[in-house]
């Protein structure tokens, strides 16, 4: 079977179980702050489990993009170096949400390998949770019950809570797991060493493929377990394993799934792939494995940066370059060459890599030249630490090849590691640390747990339809951030817009009788709204009203409308590969980010403004649609941004001919924004573009700015009636003027050039001359000591000047003195400079110098004639 097949037989399996199929959610997260990534497919029915939100299909199955590469699971370092771990990998995945439990999930996980896929149950084997005496765990007895029935009990086997108890982080949802492993050894192997020995002990032929979770405990931030409302199933199975198993290989790069790609990679550097654990074919693996986490990632909205979910990207693409790099002999982008391989991959599952293609093309080839530049300087570095540190490399070493050469700390980890070295880690944190303090960025936010005052209250969203709403609390925790203390506040309705989708959170106020506390912003966290305070209402359990700052609500969505109005005006001047990367919608202003290849001419930004006002003024009322299937949604022409979430509540809003998928507030109709100014336009990275706009009174401020500033110019410009005369007029006022100063300039200096003719000095057939001049330009100054040096034989000239507060020195000799006297210029006037307290330098015949001490001057002089003096004598 081809992995196409092999994926499309486990959906249609569990349709037929009567399952809803969903799409996978994107792998970047955007509103969890315990996670970066999509890490497992139940990641995004992370509330479902806890009980915040119901479930719309109680029984749900999906393909889902997952990454493991930070916090809790973390393979990235395996990856490459065995056959069977990735950073992106496919999770295939069932859930029961409070529906069907263990029995249903234990036996249709059996019918589909043995029966549907038809694997050899000689070679399967199953664990269940052996219980948790400081947990207060059970041994999952019913699990070991249900698979007697199918299993010999010789190859059920109890699991401890590292392998058996499967947790989503440091909280959120848990509960004991059953595990299915495969033993694909040869016979003569499995002959000689039984399977069961091996299981979850890193053989590379004896794995696990799937894992059944049974949700039942939440794991929250003070370390205990609590019971949570409902039981669920939650089920993974790894696709590229699976692949691997059913293909009949031994590695999952030997699947169709990765081939593509190792074959381009072989192409690409000239180097056969040799199906072992040599450099090169590691080099190939990582390769093969980290082009699609990054291909992932980038279409799914993250682009490379410096911290955060983009520095995660950064390293993991480094890590590639690296590789290519040093056991490829690839010295010049390679790593974009494979995304198209990638995008025709999965074409058909995950649409949006080939329909962003040439963006995340040109981002990686950008990220890759730029890190090419410092990786081989990097590299030299490492080497030559690596000879003088002994065992360990040093915390401030691997600090200076991260912050000068860009080497993320796993790289130099990976480094260290081939040379059989270590990395003083904790001196590398503390180095870290002290910049990070240095630039104050990261401060510590500490979290309490929640404290529940209303049980079961489900929070409502009403800020579309009011800005104020009677409200009561129903939880809050206190947290500590940046050494501040701040409250989160939930309630049971809530007018509050929470930061989301470009637009900021809204702040106001919560009145009770006898206090007012202010809410300074709003966020979503996992689909709760989080109101921040300062302090906590005195009052816990009373009601309040909750009053949203109107004023900044309606400047804010003044330009959120006016943002989708200028996306529309942008595929429609500069054409329909134009896609929003990112935005930030505030009272102030708006930012639209936008993939688009060239600079957006003035000519460009002049008619996507016009189009804009043209559409404002048009005055098209706001056509709200809540709860709108995706497919209708599509249908409409609404554009999906990131690749939006299964059962996100899909809210369509239209302008006219603008059509998205927005969950953000807007104005009743286009003529409220009154009116469209663009600020400016600028590259903000590989093929991304921004414009920054305002509308409404901040167009008016902005402009009215503008007017001040030209009534100024006008004043200046002494023609107020037209202004451009009056500053051609100045313009060409000062080209004349700038020519008579030069034509008087010069003829001062002919003249002066006559009065220093009869102040030359005769010393011993020298004809000296040592003068400060009244010349401010050093081209004058210049042409007079050539022409004295003309007319005077054996001419020693000292010229000193005074420009602009600073001292110059000009020292000029005759040939003569050069070549019979051994006289140097250049000498003399860095000598005579030090009385100006400057320096300089020259020709041995003509030298200047400059310093910032024009009182020195007539020391300087003095000692050249001093210098004469001295030479007459000897
Ligand atoms: N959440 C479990 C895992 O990731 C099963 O899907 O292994």
């Known amino acids: 079977m081809l992995s196409a097949q092999i994926r499309e037989t486990f959906l249609n399996f569990f349709a037929s179980k009567d399952h809803k199929i969903v799409p996978s959610a994107p792998i970047v997260v955007k509103d969890d702050p315990t996670l970066m990534f999509t890490n497992a497919g139940m990641n995004q029915f992370k509330d479902y489990f806890l009980g915040n939100r119901t479930a719309e299909y109680p029984r749900i199955a999906d393909t889902q993009k997952c990454l493991r590469v930070s916090g809790k699971h973390n393979d990235l370092e395996e990856v490459g170096l065995d056959t069977y771990h990735h950073t992106m990998f496919e999770m295939l995945g069932n859930w029961s949400f409070g529906d069907y439990f263990k029995e249903e999930a234990i036996s249709w996980a059996w019918e589909l390998l043995t029966e549907v896929y038809k694997m050899d149950k000689s070679r399967l084997y199953v664990t269940y949770f052996e219980g948790d005496v400081a947990e207060n765990l059970e041994a ?86 609590s019971v949570l409302p409902a039981k669920h199933v939650d089920t993974g199975m790894g696709f590229e394993r699976l692949c691997m198993v059913l293909q009949g290989k031994k590695s999952n790069y030997d699947t169709d799934v990765f081939t593509p790609l190792i074959a381009t990679v072989e192409a690409i550097s000239g180097i056969q792939y040799q199906y072992s654990d040599s450099k090169q074919d590691v080099a190939m693996r990582v390769i093969a494995d980290h082009i699609r986490a990054v ?223 202010r809410i300074t912003d709003t966020k979503k966290e996992n689909n709760l709204i989080i109101h921040y305070s300062d302090e906590l209402p005195k009052n816990l359990n009373g009601s309040f009203k909750a009053v949203v700052d109107n004023t900044k609500r309606i400047y804010t969505e003044r330009n959120h409308t006016a943002t989708h109005l200028l996306h529309e005006a942008l595929r429609s001047v500069l054409g329909t590969h134009v896609q929003q990367k990112g935005s930030l919608v505030n009272e102030d202003y708006l930012r639209f980010d936008f993939s688009h290849f060239a600079k957006v001419s003035d000519e460009e930004l002049v008619r996507i403004e016009s189009i ?195 001292a110059h020195l000009t020292v000029m000799l005759d040939d003569q003195l050069v070549k019979d006297m051994g006289l140097n210029a250049s000498n003399i006037v860095r000598e005579l400079a030090r009385e100006i307290e400057g320096g300089g330098g020259g020709q041995p015949f003509y030298a200047t110098a400059g310093g910032k001490k024009p009182q020195g001057l007539a020391k300087a002089m003095a000692k050249a004639q001093e210098m004469v003096a001295s030479m007459q004598q000897a």
């Not at 070991?144 to 982080?169: C, H, P, T, Y």
């Not at 870290?432 to 936010?445: G, N, P, T």
Request: include cysteine; glycine fraction near 8%.
């Open 140 to 225: 999952d007895e019913e699990t070991r019950q249900i698979w007697s029935r199918f299993v010999s009990a010789d190859r059920i086997l109890k699991g401890n809570k590292k392998d058996n108890f499967w947790e989503m982080g440091a909280t959120g949802p848990c509960g004991p797991c059953t595990e299915i492993h495969v033993d694909i050894r040869d016979d003569a192997e499995r002959a000689l060493v039984d399977g069961k020995t091996l299981v979850n002990a890193s053989h590379p032929h004896v794995i696990e493929i799937w894992n059944n979770v049974f949700i039942q405990f939440n794991r929250s931030a003070n370390g205990s377990l």
């Open 295 to 517: 291909t992932f990632t980038i279409a799914d909205g993250q682009l490379p940066s410096n911290t955060g979910a983009g520095y995660v990207i950064r390293r993991i693409l480094r890590r590639a370059v690296r590789y290519g790099y040093s056991y490829l002999d690839l010295k010049e982008p390679f790593f974009h060459k494979l995304v198209v391989v990638v995008a025709k991959q999965f074409e058909h599952v995950f649409t949006n890599v080939l329909s962003q293609l040439d963006l995340v093309e040109k981002v990686i080839r950008e990220e890759e030249a730029t890190f090419l530049n410092t990786l081989g300087g990097g590299l030299k570095k490492f080497a030559a630490i690596s000879n003088i540190s002994g065992k360990e490399i040093g915390g401030r070493e691997a600090f200076e090849l991260y912050d000068t050469f860009g080497f993320p700390i796993d790289l130099t980890r990976l480094l260290a590691a081939e040379q059989g070295l270590t990395i003083d880690e904790a001196g590398f944190e503390t180095e870290l640390k002290k910049q990070k303090e240095r630039s104050k960025k990261d401060a510590a936010v500490n979290q309490e747990d929640w404290v529940q005052l209303v049980e079961d209250e489900e929070e409502e969203f009403v800020g579309y339809d009011f800005t104020e709403a009677n409200v009561h609390l129903v939880r809050y925790r206190k947290v500590v951030a940046k050494e501040k203390e701040q409250y989160q506040l939930v309630f049971n309705y809530t007018p509050f817009y929470a930061e989301g989708g470009g637009q900021v959170g809204d702040t106001g106020y919560l009145i009770a009788d006898d206090e007012k506390v």
């Open 612 to 806: 804009v006002n043209e559409n404002i003024l048009h005055n098209f009322p706001l056509d709200e649609r809540r709860h709108v299937p995706m497919n209708e949604a599509k249908n409409m022409g609404a554009m999906a941004l990131f690749g939006e979430k299964y059962g996100d509540v899909v809210r369509v809003i239209r302008f006219g001919n603008s059509v998205e998928l927005c969950g953000g507030t807007h104005v009743k109709a286009t003529g409220n924004i009154g009116l469209f100014k663009i600020v400016s336009e600028s590259a903000v990275a590989a093929g991304i573009r921004r414009i920054e706009a305002v509308t409404g009174m901040g167009a008016l401020s902005h402009i009215n700015g503008k007017l001040e500033q030209l009534e100024k110019i006008s004043v200046l410009s002494r023609n107020t009636r037209d202004i451009v005369k009056g500053i051609e007029a100045l313009v060409t006022e000062n080209n004349d003027l700038r020519k008579e100063l030069e034509r008087l300039q010069n003829q001062q200096a002919g003249q002066l050039k006559e009065t220093l003719k009869g102040q030359v000095q005769s010393i011993n057939g020298i004809h000296f001359l040592a003068v400060t001049v009244p010349l401010n330009a050093a081209e004058a100054i210049k042409n007079l000591a050539f022409n004295l040096r003309q007319e005077v034989e054996n001419l020693f000239l000292v010229l000193g000047a005074e420009m602009d507060g600073k």
